[in-house]
């Protein structure tokens, strides 16, 4: 039973750092930002990362 826990982790692991990956290069792709021309962003994840960091958020 533990080694079935094991691997379905490993997997979803792997799984959800893919889906991450690919997300944010969708975001990096997307040249519109949430901000609009309030900030100087090259694309939406950099909007995003902006926004988190400064605790908008938390």
Same mark, same amino acid.
């Given at each position: 039973?533990?080694?079935?826990?094991?691997? &379905? $982790?490993?997997? #979803?692991?792997?799984?959800?750092?893919?889906?991450?990956?690919?997300?944010?290069?969708?975001?990096? =792709?997307?040249?519109?930002? &949430? $901000?609009?021309? #309030?900030?100087?962003?090259?694309?939406?994840?950099?909007?995003?990362?902006?926004?988190?960091?400064? =605790?908008?958020?938390?």
């Amino acid at each position: 039973m533990k080694s079935e826990h094991y691997v &379905l $982790s490993k997997f #979803a692991n792997e799984i959800a750092e893919q889906i991450s990956r690919k997300t944010i290069f969708g975001l990096q =792709g997307i040249k519109e930002t &949430l $901000s609009g021309d #309030a900030w100087d962003f090259n694309n939406s994840w950099d909007d995003i990362c902006a926004q988190f960091q400064s =605790g908008l958020y938390n």
